[in-house]
């Protein structure tokens, strides 16, 4: 078996890996059980094996910058979901999901770089400004 098959045969086994981690713990969260391991750190597992498989595949890549920030992203994400899931610091893991997402943004519009980076500041300021405004009067 050479290199490359093997490598084909870890990434499949991954994806059904992750595919039946899924099927789990969407069980376990319709139902509201678990069995031995909650259903966060199943959730948090199906995340780092994401991550493992686009490390794995980084020389099939078709373009490395758009792998970067795929990997950026994953790695990031490991974060917020650490945040969101198994600590109280929600507002950092939001923060942190944002930011992934402006990554992701950059990888579909990476021709218009300028003109997306411009409408996020604007997005971000908005919200803040509504978030502002809707705390001081009605919460």
């Known amino acids: 078996m050479t290199i490359k098959s093997k490598k084909i045969n ?9 595919i039946i981690i899924y099927m789990i713990f969407t069980w376990w969260d319709i ?23 686009s490390l794995i595949t980084r020389e099939d890549a078709l ?12 790695f990031i ?9 198994f600590s109280n610091k929600y507002i950092l893991g939001m923060f942190l999901f944002s930011i992934v997402q ?18 996020f500041i604007i997005i971000f300021l908005g ?9 001081k009067f009605f919460l």
């Open 63 to 74: 373009s490395f910058k758009d792998l970067h920030l795929l990997q950026l992203g994953l």
């Open 31 to 53: 139902f509201g059980t678990s069995i031995l391991i909650s259903s966060d750190s199943l959730k948090y597992i199906s995340i780092v094996i994401v991550f493992i498989t």
């Open 102 to 119: 402006i990554l992701y943004s950059f990888r579909y519009e990476f021709r218009n770089l300028k003109y997306t980076i411009r409408n």
């Open 127 to 135: 919200l803040f400004l509504l978030h502002i405004i809707l705390n």
């Open 77 to 85: 994400t490991l974060l917020a979901d650490y945040f969101l899931l």
């Open 10 to 18: 870890l990434i499949k086994t991954l994806v059904v890996l992750n």
